[in-house]
């Protein structure tokens, strides 16, 4: 971040939780040289080219061949899969359901679920060993153990990435349940399938349990033939017993083999759903009749909010119809998956190569059921080069290698502090987004929009920006204004309507669509959790201490509040070290949070006093903003993170995407220009450039 100057100047008063020397390096000196790779709920990379064919050859390896319509191109939405066999049980599926969503998962695409994109490799290890025991223990031994084995999995405070590792690991290993507890996800052996595997064979329950977990709507699932009545009669017993709210079974004559030899098996299928109202049923057609696509976004040095408005203006949408996971760096290329609203799949091929000259490719265009959320996304990958390594002191007598190998590797066992990053705040601007967030929760709203309306450089935005704060006159400053501008083009309509006062400036805020106003104030909390995690440190180090928060059992629960989904460190909990402080979490700012009851409580409330918010609700009524805060880890780890360490010279400054890196170090790599090629994946909402820091001990 070469041109940081506000933004970084804040981060390099924060507090850091290793103590290694680093190195000195220079990042984003061409965008290639910074790449940032959505990975999908499913851990999967988005970059992936022909997503529908890769999908669509994942699923024909766990099913039979399926056959295509006559004088039809073929396409994912609507393959047919019927009798869908595996080793024992079968599954048999409507040949109606076009639903692309419902087909993946009936079909149990186990590359989509793959826990090698999901999990860590040493994780994956343990885990597999595990199962192994469990296996072994299962088959050799019958008799109840006193203490039943498990197995932790680590913590994941994000609930759809907990969803995501529960749906791999009970996909790939049936006999095995998953447990939340405060976050953290633990492994043993499912007692319900322990019982079925007496009843049937190894085989039919890993399937049955597999038809379970899948919920195919209008699917079965058939057992092997079985003769014997009283057999059939536990069968259906013990499904009825532990299954019973959710599946219906039932005993059929087959025909085995097609030899008119006839035997019974017991066939299960789900329960119908409850008939719904009328009314609730018109709301979901008009829902249906919503068209919506998705596809792969690739941009360069591009904002995400400019990337959208030329997109918007291309198809004659709007901006706030296209739905994303996250915004991604400027000063990059990037890939994510975006959701657009009213825009059929052949209309966005027909636009998309005009943005090529806009330094944004799309791909991957295939039909979708809805938008996307934010932070619906397992996080990102990282392919980054850090340029001019050299050590912090000339006369110091280390190795740069060893250096680098210190630096990296502490990070990787000890994590770093999980601050927000520059591009959080608006790297290298003058008033920044926590500033106008500040204004907006005072409501303060004229303040506010002179903030927004603050020039930077000397451009044409810039200077319609300044054209505007000196004369007031939004007609003129329109007429000045980038096309692609939408935000501001948009608060300048409802002020040159309703004028520059409270009403008119508040009117200016209303124009723009709800994620964006709420996004400067979420900037300003973040801005606090920042100054908060800091102050923790430096106050009690990494002890975990009375009155710390930490994640509370019932944290997963679907109906638990935001107070409840923490627990508060008590003093004997402190005396016996219960805690450690990967496990300490500390609250956004807002009105549903519980705040730490030590110093560090005090010290929030002392700052947004000093802010003026003493008496603030954390709801902004004139702009519809209600902000309940939220709880954020202290720490976080890359995964997957590699290296390589080579003369700057054999790295071509190219805009041409890297290649995948290696960890395999070149020989003798010199100090005085030296390249850091670096791939690691983060969880969502975690940021490159404040691990980057952690590791190089100075700002990037």
């Known amino acids: 971040m070469g041109e940081n100057t506000n933004g970084t100047a804040c981060m390099s008063s ?3 939780i290793s103590d290694h020397c680093g190195f000195h390096g220079s990042i984003k000196q061409s965008t290639s040289d910074f790449v940032v790779i959505e990975m999908n709920m499913n851990g999967q990379l988005v970059n992936v080219d022909n997503l529908n064919e890769v999908l669509c050859h994942q699923i024909s390896e766990h099913t039979e061949p399926y056959h295509q319509k006559p004088n039809k191109k073929p396409k994912i939405s609507a393959v047919v899969v019927k009798d869908t066999d595996y080793s024992c049980g079968k599954v048999v599926l409507d040949n109606h359901n076009t639903d692309l969503d419902t087909f993946q998962t009936a079909v149990l695409c186990e590359e989509a679920q793959d826990l090698d994109f999901i999990l860590e490799s040493s994780v994956n290890e343990a885990l597999a060993q595990f199962a192994m025991s469990i296996r072994k223990c299962s088959h050799s031994e019958l008799r109840e153990k006193p203490n039943p084995t498990q197995l932790s999995l680590g913590m994941y405070p994000d609930k759809d990435q907990r969803a995501s590792v529960h749906r791999a690991v009970r996909q790939k290993y049936p006999f095995l349940m998953t447990v939340t507890n405060q976050c953290e996800i633990l492994v043993k052996e499912d007692s319900h399938y322990k019982e079925l595997s007496q009843l049937v064979s190894d085989e039919e329950s890993e399937d049955f349990f597999r038809f379970l977990d899948a919920k195919a709507p209008n699917s079965t699932f058939t057992f092997q033939h079985d003769d014997n ?8 017993h013990f499904l009825s017993k532990h299954f019973g709210k959710l599946v219906e079974t039932k005993s059929f004559v087959v025909d085995n083999s ?5 035997n019974a098996a017991i066939t299960v299928r789900f329960r119908e759903k409850k008939q719904r109202s009328k009314k609730r049923d018109a709301i979901d057609a008009q829902d249906e009749d919503v068209l919506y696509t998705a596809f792969t976004l690739q941009k360069e040095n591009l904002e995400t909010l400019e990337a959208i408005s030329y997109l918007a203006s291309a198809l004659g949408v709007l901006p706030s119809d296209f739905s994303y996971a996250g915004i991604k760096d400027k000063r990059a290329v990037t890939y994510q998956t975006m959701v657009v609203k009213k825009v059929s799949p052949e209309r966005l091929k027909e636009v998309a190569p005009a943005f090529r000259k806009k330094a944004m490719n799309l791909y991957n265009m295939r039909p979708a059921d809805q938008p996307i959320r934010l932070g619906q996304l397992r996080g990102n990958h990282f392919d980054i080069r850090v340029r001019n390594v050299k050590k912090h002191s000339a006369d110091s007598s280390a190795d740069l290698k060893d250096l680098v190998h210190e630096a990296l590797e502490n990070v990787k066992t000890k994590g770093f502090v999980n601050y927000y990053g520059p591009q959080r705040f608006g790297v290298g601007q003058k008033v920044q987004a926590d500033q106008i967030g500040l204004a907006l929760l005072k409501e303060e709203m004229v303040t506010a929009v002179k903030l927004f309306f603050t ?4 451009d044409p935005l ?5 054209h505007f704060l000196q004369t007031e006159d939004a007609k003129e400053t329109l007429a000045m204004m980038p096309e692609y501008k939408v935000r501001e083009r948009m608060v300048l309509r409802a002020l040159n309507r309703f004028g520059m006062g409270q009403e008119g400036c508040t009117r200016g805020w209303l124009s723009i669509p709800h994620s964006m106003r709420v996004f400067y104030i979420h900037a300003y909390c973040s801005r606090k959790w920042n100054e908060a995690a800091s102050y923790r440190l430096q106050t009690y180090g990494q002890r975990v201490v009375k009155g710390d928060l930490v994640f509370s059992k019932d944290a997963n629960e679907k109906n638990s509040t935001l107070s409840s989904q923490v627990h508060m460190v008590t003093a004997n909990e402190e005396e016996e070290s219960i805690y450690t402080l990967n496990q300490v ?3 956004m700012p807002g009105n549903s949070i519980t705040y730490p009851d030590n110093k560090v ?5 002392e700052t947004l006093a000093k802010d003026g918010l003493q008496a603030c609700k954390f709801r902004v009524h004139p702009l519809k903003l209600n902000i309940p805060g939220c709880y954020r880890l202290m720490l976080a780890y890359p995964k997957n993170l590699t290296y390589k360490l080579q003369h700057d ?3 071509v400054m190219s805009e041409e995407t890297p290649e995948k890196i290696t960890n395999e170090q070149s020989e003798n790599p010199t100090a005085s220009a030296s390249c850091l090629s670096l791939s690691f994946n983060l969880n969502s909402s975690c940021y490159a450039t404040v691990c980057l820091r952690e590791i190089m001990k100075c700002d990037p």
């Open 14 to 16: 924060l507090s850091s």
């Open 229 to 236: 009545k009283e057999h059939r009669k536990a069968v259906h």
């Open 258 to 262: 097609g030899g008119g030899q006839q």
């Open 455 to 458: 020039p930077e450089v000397d």
């Open 462 to 466: 810039d200077r319609a920006k300044r």
């Open 585 to 587: 979490v500390l609250p």
């Open 601 to 605: 409580g005090y010290w929030y409330k």
């Open 649 to 651: 010279s054999e790295v």
